[in-house]
């Protein structure tokens, strides 16, 4: 069974909720970004989306923007995402999802793509810039894989079309709580509450909300909408921000506790 | 030409937006409900008639169409080969083809009760031709400029302020124009509902290659017309400048199903061999990006690459998904122009017919003097000169000096 | 408008070149032969089908004419009062009017067998338009300028050098137009026989003021023909701006016989109570220079003053002698615009309506807008959008920032 | 008599020719250039061409233009130049022909200067911007005065044109030596002796040849073709070039002298 469902079905029994980490592989190099991913998942992530540096990622904001060009500087790739994620399936069990821009998968070659992210234990795939329509290709490589293809729904996807969406998505859906891009802020709890409740009544799938979640009282207000959370920026800045790249793991970490006390209903923030 | 050719007006893009393999749309999730609002709106509008009635009398009455059809006598007795036509964009109103495709998004846009217009410019003159009409609608305007791009084309900046345009400087990536495209797109990500994201050219996602392709064909409708009226023939070889792809798409596109050569000029920069050009099809391969597949500048890893060319209008590391397709097709020809191959055209220009070409247009023009050298003067060339080059003058002065060249 | 007129159209100028008491040919001995050649040879050339005939496809293909009449509604909207039309010369190829002119002096040159070419420029537009023709033409050109235009007016200067053209800095007097007039016709004397002198407006001796008032009356010709067809009526009232007043006469003649009001704007620089305007009706008297009797700036004693306008274009201290007599026949009323109301209609009409107007036509645009608010909506003012702003972008954004006004 | 039939009378008997100068009236200042005036006519000169200043004298070449600007600067006008003229027929008996561009005068008032012109004793008017056909009321205001009209006649004009010019015309005729405007050199002594003597064959009235006129040896080539030679930007260039304005007159003086001697056949220069 997939890694992903494992853990909702676990996480249902709890009573929990899912934190989902996003954080770009190869930021700021290599190396850091194994530990940083490592301490990540052993600090209380649920699930990891693993972001593939692009030059051009138009859904991004300045934050994940910023954080792509660093790893790309740092020399990062498609191929050497694989490796990372590798080497982490060696020390943690964590449900991987592979966070990318189309163009890198096309590239790279969609059959290659299928099967390697099998041989290295990746559970899940999300193509920002390919909705269903284009995804036929796709859709036949992975077909015989146990890998789920991670859809986004989005304020503005109508009823009719969250149908089609969620057939041949596995795994959870992620839905966008505003138009804009990632990483930036200003969030409206109560119209993300009633478009939540929306979806959820339409999905079989858990529903996790994305974008602009980046403190432990945006969680604690959140996570009882959903079945879980995205957190992106807020890490990415941790990266950015740090100059000590020995301290990263560890910031990075503190930092999934905070949000996991939010989430747990630990921390009510104003 | 012998054999029977499949149709090619009307054939493409399919009902899912694709041309052949290219095109569709890949974007995010946010903007497809837009885009298929969009696309809704698009296919009413045309079917209009008052509203294309309203697009053909702004075209007229405003843009100052049609455009001439011009013979470039003293240039081709120079050559002493092919006679050279040229089709003259240059004359519209804000100095090239873009206020085409503007009139007709503009009027979309009100159609469609947007009350904010956003683009992105690399030039400055899809930029200077949204904040035209714009000012002419009464809508606010955001235009999106990497601040490379804001110092090569600082009097296009000027124009655009004037007309009362926001000009927003794009610092990410390589500060051009294809990050004027990603800024724009963000920002319509976030204000899709009540914005209007007009594109420049024959690239994006569907339906904008389409639409685009769709407003320009006024260049090759009045081409067509004025060559059989001036002329009494066909041309044998038309010729245009591809930066995405729109001059060169709304030339084309009507005279697909005749028999004539045609060749799509990209900028090669320093030379094909280098990296510094912006030739998608002639030095790229296909990918998707800004929502489109098609040919692109990447690494073999599928980054993108910058673009180089003198040309600002050129400086784009994709092309409109319909070249692609037509170069699949083998119907258009796409060929490289050097910056040098097209300033000494620039100069050809200005000296023998008066005219000042856009560095842009200029490509084409280089093209079409070397091949009109190697045929008759019973054949045809004709040239779309896309636009002036008033912007360019400093740019081009600058050049000529550094590279120690006659002015 | 109720008694009897006189017909104007075809009275003007006698047989001995005079409008009334105006124009005629006062100059020096030696250019009395050619300026009689000449006026045989535009006499035989106007009256010659075939060169009429290329005149006017040189004017379609060349120049891209008819230019647009555009309604100008968003602009008349705000206003609230009567309606606003512009004639788009800002469309014409090189961007003003001044292209007509030289279209057609350059084929009479062709046809009298000069090989070279001169012409006087103040804002550059006119020596541009004939760095143009003679590139076209394949002419040697030479163009006289002010060192303070050539200084004020720096893309203009360029656009000529890169069309092959030798701009000749003035120094003489107050380096501006009227001192590059004296300039080139003093190189005129000297090079009579093989050069031709491109006057850039109807001003100068016999026949100058007739021949060009000929070549531009396509303005009003087109725009008379297009108010009947788009408007179903003739305007009430025609402005435009007087700088030599090509324009103005180009628009006014072929309506000089219909009950249509007329207002020529001159440019009234800092206010007409000043020593700093360019009114030469309306701030002048009669007097002789460069050829011909007319309205001048001068002091008591005969001597020609400075003028001073915003608008290198308005900046000269005479006017075509056709205009000096409509002003006193009471045809046309002469009107003064200062630089700052120029200016704030340049503004306008760059925010509304997304054209940038040449300053000079601003003037027209400026004294359009005031008057229509006194007037009401069944009314129509036609105006003479004379050329483009893209040579002004500098200047108005110094201009604003010195005056801190808004951009 | 008018002053310069006599003039022309007496040279004729003495079988010399008119050494005419033109000099700017007030250049450089009205005082100063009372006594180069003076200075020029008791050196030699025959006929005096006085020159109204005027902002834009478009038939002068840089050196007589900028004269011009020089004596306007002083304060110099058509009034003062009257003054100036009545001042120096106190002194000299010189004939003095009124060189002016037609705006200044028609500023001043045709029958102004008309009367003005007699009550000084000016003998002669020229206007160099003035073609016969503009010159009916002038001709007119002068037609009940002993003034004489002196009219330019250039390579360009036609025989049948010749003719016409002289009709009407008095004192004598000025023939421009070559196109172009005062003060260029490089003369064709050929080419305007050809000419010349066309001309002279068809004018009844003596021929005086100027423009370009500045060294004795000119001078002594030209002197024997026509009946009088016109010297103007020589004498502006003295007064130009010399800072000591107390020594023009004896340098313009020396000037006078220097010509007349090649005009007399005393010098003949390469
Ligand atoms: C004059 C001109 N020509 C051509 C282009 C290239 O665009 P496209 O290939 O879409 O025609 C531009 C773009 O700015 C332009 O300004
Ligand atoms: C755009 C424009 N309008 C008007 C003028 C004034 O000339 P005219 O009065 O002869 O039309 C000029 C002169 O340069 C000009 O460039």
Not at chain 1, 184 to 189: A, E, N, P, S, V
Not at chain 2, 249 to 270: H, K
Request: net charge negative.
């Amino acid at each position: 069974m997939n890694r992903i469902d494992k853990t909702f079905q676990k996480l249902k029994q709890e009573n929990r909720k899912a934190l989902i980490a996003f954080i770009t592989a190869g930021d700021p190099d290599f190396e850091t970004s194994f530990q940083i991913l490592k301490a990540a998942c052993q600090a209380g992530v649920d699930i990891l989306e693993l972001g593939v540096p692009f030059s051009d990622p138009t859904s991004d904001g300045p934050v994940i923007e910023a954080g792509s060009a660093r790893a790309l500087k740092s020399g990062m790739s498609l191929s050497k995402t694989f490796k990372l994620a590798a080497r982490l399936r060696q020390v943690v069990d964590t449900p991987i999802v592979l966070f990318s821009y189309y163009n890198l998968l096309f590239k790279h070659g969609l059959n290659k793509v299928a099967s390697q992210m099998s041989e290295v234990g990746i559970d899940g795939l999300l193509v920002v810039d390919l909705p269903p329509e284009e995804a036929g290709d796709l859709r036949k490589e992975l077909s015989g894989s146990e890998i789920h293809i991670i859809r986004l729904a989005a304020p503005t996807t109508t009823h009719a079309r969250l149908q089609m969406l969620v057939d041949g998505a596995g795994g959870f859906l992620y839905l966008i709580t505003r138009t804009g891009v990632t990483g930036t802020g200003g969030l409206d709890y109560s119209a993300i509450e009633k478009h939540t409740a929306e979806v959820k009544a339409l999905c079989p799938l858990p529903v996790c909300l994305g974008f602009g979640i980046s403190t432990a009282a945006d969680a604690a207000h959140l996570a009882p909408m959903a079945d879980g959370l995205i957190v992106g920026s807020a890490f990415v800045r941790i990266i950015a921000g740090t100059d000590d790249k020995s301290q990263m793991p560890m910031l990075i970490a503190e930092k999934v506790k905070e949000l996991r006390k939010g989430m747990d209903g630990e921390v009510i923030g104003p | 030409m012998n054999k029977e050719k499949e149709k090619l007006i009307g054939a493409y893009p399919d009902a899912t937006g694709h041309f052949g393999s290219y095109g569709g749309r890949y974007v995010g999730e946010t903007l497809i409900a837009s885009l298929a609002e969009l696309e809704e709106a698009w296919k009413s509008a045309k079917n209009d008639p008052e509203f294309m009635t309203e697009f053909r009398s702004m075209l007229r009455d405003y843009a100052g169409r049609p455009t001439p059809l011009d013979y470039a006598g003293r240039l081709s007795d120079d050559i002493g080969g092919a006679r050279i036509y040229l089709k003259r964009e240059d004359c519209a109103h804000t100095g090239a083809h873009k206020i085409n495709n503007v009139i007709g998004q503009g009027l979309l846009a009100k159609r469609m009760g947007k009350k904010k217009v956003i683009a992105e410019t690399g030039a400055g003159q899809h930029g200077v031709a949204t904040a035209t009409i714009a000012a002419r609608f009464g809508m606010e305007c955001k235009i999106f400029m990497g601040v490379e791009d804001i110092r090569r084309q600082a009097p296009n900046v000027l124009r655009m302020q004037l007309l009362g345009a926001e000009v927003i400087p794009v610092t990410a990536g390589t500060s051009t124009l294809k990050d004027a495209m990603s800024a724009a797109l963000r920002y319509w990500v976030a204000e899709v509902e009540e914005t209007f994201y007009i594109i420049g050219t024959v690239s994006g996602p569907h339906p904008y290659p389409e639409m685009v392709r769709d407003l320009q064909r006024v260049i090759g409708d009045e081409a067509r017309a004025q060559m059989l009226k001036q002329v009494c023939q066909l041309p044998d070889l038309l010729v245009a400048c591809v930066g995405g792809g729109s001059n060169a798409m709304g030339l084309f596109y009507p005279f697909l199903d005749d028999p004539c050569e045609m060749v799509g000029v990209e900028a090669a920069g320093l030379g094909l061999h280098t990296q510094q050009h912006a030739a998608s099809i002639s030095g790229g391969s296909p990918g998707a990006l800004h929502g489109a597949m098609t040919y692109l500048l990447q690494s073999e890893e599928g980054q993108i690459h910058e673009a180089w060319s003198i040309s600002a209008g050129l400086d784009y590391p994709g092309v409109g998904p319909e070249h692609a397709l037509l170069h699949d097709l083998h119907r258009v020809t796409y060929q490289g122009i050097t910056d040098l191959e097209a300033v000494e055209a620039f100069q050809k220009l200005c000296r023998f017919e008066g005219i000042i070409p856009a560095l842009e247009s200029s490509h084409a023009l280089a093209y079409a003097i070397k091949e009109a050298k190697k045929r008759s003067a019973d054949e045809i060339i004709l040239v779309c000169l896309s636009g002036r080059g008033d912007k360019d003058l400093t740019h081009i002065t600058e050049y000529l000096q550094t590279n120690k060249l006659k002015s």
